[in-house]
């Protein structure tokens, strides 16, 4: 084994396609904001996760010592699933399949004999995983599980683990529906708080990308039309974009909607437009009827949005960080080109450039391809033998995953599988890469091909 040549390394500012797409058919590009074209420090995640349990003590009453948590950034990955009835983070496959060793109540591990006991078995059928959609309203009493998909949830899942343990250590009874809804209130009470510091202290909070205004300033000088369409106020934006791209960011826009109450601007349940006035941070109440360059708007609906400015289908390709708020309704729906932009990629990409890594998956690999030849061996010791290369497999196996994460391994991959967060990213975005300006290497008429895999029933290329 040590004569073969371990693959080369993947480029970390790559591109990455799911399905074929042609640049020079694309004509209008519009993006979000957070995690998207503003890319956020890690200070950004200790502070709402400070300003949540501020919050929660004072706001909620919980016990003074909650006020004392301190911020973990390394216990969870995003994609996870959180059971609001029974309290417990895990990581679902592709085939909503329980990864064994990735079910937490809190930061305590649960074994494999616990799960199945509340499980009753490793799959999840699908109405349990999807049976809270991005529209259900707390209370409703139909949410069974929820899946913590974007950046923001991480110091929401480290704060939500901290206060179980700390609830359990002192033998304090809770009630985990409450905790979870009681801790996402506080989340979302902490933004107004993020909201505001990032506009005072853009520096503190912001990456400033250098190759970001050269990319807009190239889309703009090739005759394309650029959008944005985002959640957060104009005000931050303003702040953000003015130290990442200049004063005259405004310039490089036809359109500008902030506040637009995403995924509900994608499902058409949002408010009808307002124009915002900037001077006296205002609503105007005027029935909007036409979006035009230079002035901001708000709220809307992606239907309105395309009656309005004549946008429509593949010549439309949007950019967000958020697989189901910001891309899945706008390409199965209304056939908009998408590209996710996942800023975890980079650090993933790094892990499995490493030697080690490569190592462990080829030889997971040939372990796997020794067992499936003479697994049905009937002799002894044959037998014993491939029993210690499944146990070798398994260790292998564990090993790849806590390069990642030692909790919950890797955002794509639960073992041989996609997570459940890939399958959803592969089929709702056509492109997906670290950062928007990793397409500046790429010509405006360039055309992205998918890799053709193997499928289980076809022979195996040479060429692959």
Known sequence: LRCKKLPPD????????????????????????????????????????????????????????????????????????????KGLFLKVDSFHQIQFGTVYRGKEKLSDEEVIALYTRRHLPVNYLEATNLNTKPGTGTIKMVQLAD????????????????????????????????ISKCIGLAHATFHAEVRSNPDLYLHKDSLLAPYLVSLQEAGKKIFLITNSPFETVDAGMSYMVGDNWRDLFQVIVVQAGKPHFFTNSSQPFRQYDVSRRV?????????????????????????LTGWLGGNVMYFGDHPYADLADVTLHHGWKTAAVIRELEKEINMMNTEEFKWGVNWQQVLKSLIEDHQDCEDPEAIEV???WQREVNMVQHNLRNMFNPHFGSLFRSHNNPTYFSRKLFRVSDIYTSRVTNLLQYSLKHTFYPRRGVLPHEFKSWFV
């Open 283 to 307: 609503f105007f109440w005027d029935k909007v009827t036409s979006l035009e360059k230079g002035k901001i708007y708000a709220g809307g609906t992606i239907n309105d949005f395309q009656i």
């Open 151 to 182: 950046i923001f949830s991480k110091p929401e899942m480290s704060l939500m683990a901290s206060v179980m343990d700390l609830f359990m250590e002192n033998d304090i009874q809770y009630q985990p529906e409450s905790l979870y809804y009681d």
């Open 386 to 388: 491939v029993k210690e």
């Open 10 to 85: 993947i480029e970390q500012n790559q591109v990455f396609c799911n399905d074929q797409i042609d640049l020079s058919e694309v004509e209008v590009y519009g993006f979000d904001y957070d995690y998207t074209l503003a890319s956020y420090k890690k200070g950004v995640e200790y502070l709402i996760h400070d300003i949540a349990k501020e919050h929660l003590v004072k706001k909620y009453g919980y016990p003074d010592t909650v006020a004392k948590l301190v911020y973990d950034p390394n216990f969870a990955i995003r994609g996870l699933h959180y059971d609001v009835e």
